[in-house]
């Protein structure tokens, strides 16, 4: 049964994102290890189409804040309003109060609006006024920046960066997915209300069968020595932290569960070290000047790590 959901998750994408079906299952892996997505790409892609066909399959509430410089953190978290009725102050949500939010040019803001979205990223919560508000559940940020231009933005602290589970790239579709966007755009398929195949019900208790996932003491030690060869390579000036390290277990859980398995292997691993590490690892100015990428270096460095025997 569980099977049978997912793909008609997966078909229920690809009938409106004409993308690659890596990202599809990255993103479904994030959510389910209960992650969030940094999305860098060129405008025009299917950023906002995925994040909202995304939402839509799974019947969930969904939310896009467009961030500006003078976007403020109250427009995000909410805020108390003084009710003159009923003599006291009362919580007026903000556009976190989502199931799923798409946070568009993420980088475009200030950081002190940056910084609303940590606690909530983080907790799953906000607190106004002393007050905590939880935050609907399942929840999942989608954030975007455009990694061409860089005029009035405010880069991403590595603090913030490092809340954030996968960085992605959809890039450009192939020529058939291309050809078949074309013709489901003239056909009228990308207007189309999207049928949630999926309920917040379901998809939690698909999150409470990840954990149930087994990671063998052999595959913790591989991810282990992997995090700690970030910390002493010679091109990184930052290496992963804990919390990369702890990230990239789960995410391997969820990628487990949804090829089938219910335990760990290392191939799991393998795949998502680059999505899940890459954008916390920050290179020394020796390797930036040689334009070397991170995740190149970090390629090299699983390469290298002797897989576990059992």
Same mark, same amino acid.
């Given at each position: 049964?569980?099977?049978? $959901?997912? =793909? ?7 009938? !409106? ?6 990202? *599809?299952?990255? /993103?479904?892996?994030? /959510?389910?290890?209960?992650?969030? @997505?940094?999305?860098? =790409?060129?405008?025009?892609? +299917? ?5 909202? *066909? ?75 006024? +002393?007050?905590? !508000? ?25 603090? &913030? ?31 189309? #209300? ?9 998809? $939690? ?19 282990? &020595?992997? *995090? ?10 930052? +290496?992963? %932290? ?7 277990? &789960?995410? %391997? ?7 089938? !398995?219910?335990?760990? #292997?290392?191939? =799991? ?6 999505? @899940? ?34």
């Amino acid at each position: 049964m569980t099977a049978d $959901l997912l =793909d008609r998750f997966r078909e229920q994408i690809s009938r !409106y994102f004409a993308g690659k079906k890596e990202i *599809t299952e990255n /993103f479904l892996c994030c /959510f389910l290890a209960s992650g969030h @997505v940094l999305l860098e =790409d060129v405008p025009g892609v +299917g950023k906002t189409t995925l994040a909202r *066909t995304f939402a839509g399959s799974l019947g969930m509430s969904f939310g896009r804040i467009q961030f500006t410089p003078d976007t403020m953190p109250s427009d995000v978290t909410g805020l108390s309003i003084y009710d003159m009725k009923a003599g006291e102050f009362s919580y007026k949500p903000g556009a976190i109060m989502k199931n799923i939010i798409l946070a568009d040019e993420l980088n475009r803001t200030s950081p002190k609006t940056q910084a609303a979205l940590l606690e909530a990223m983080a907790e799953s919560q906000v607190t106004i006024d +002393g007050n905590i !508000y939880p935050l609907p559940q399942p929840f999942m940020v989608i954030a975007t920046q455009n990694p061409i231009s860089f005029t009035g933005t405010f880069p991403l602290p590595e603090a &913030q960066l490092d809340r954030f589970m996968m960085r992605l790239s959809i890039g450009y579709p192939s020529a058939d997915e291309e050809l078949r966007l074309a013709k489901s755009h003239m056909e009228g398929i990308q207007n189309e #209300k999207i049928e949630a195949v999926l309920n917040a019900s379901d998809m $939690l208790n698909l999150k409470e069968a990840v954990n149930k996932v087994h990671i063998s003491d052999g595959v913790l030690a591989y991810v282990h &020595q992997i *995090t700690e060869a970030t910390r002493t390579d010679n091109g990184f000036a930052l +290496g992963a %932290s804990p919390r990369a390290m702890l990230q990239l277990l &789960q995410a %391997s859980r969820a990628r487990a569960f949804l090829n089938g !398995y219910d335990y760990v #292997k290392p191939d =799991d691993v393998k795949k998502l070290a680059a999505p @899940v590490l890459s954008h916390r690892l920050v290179l020394t100015t020796e390797m930036k000047l040689q334009k070397k990428d991170a995740s190149d270096l970090l390629e090299a460095i699983v390469l290298k790590t002797r897989l576990p025997i059992k």
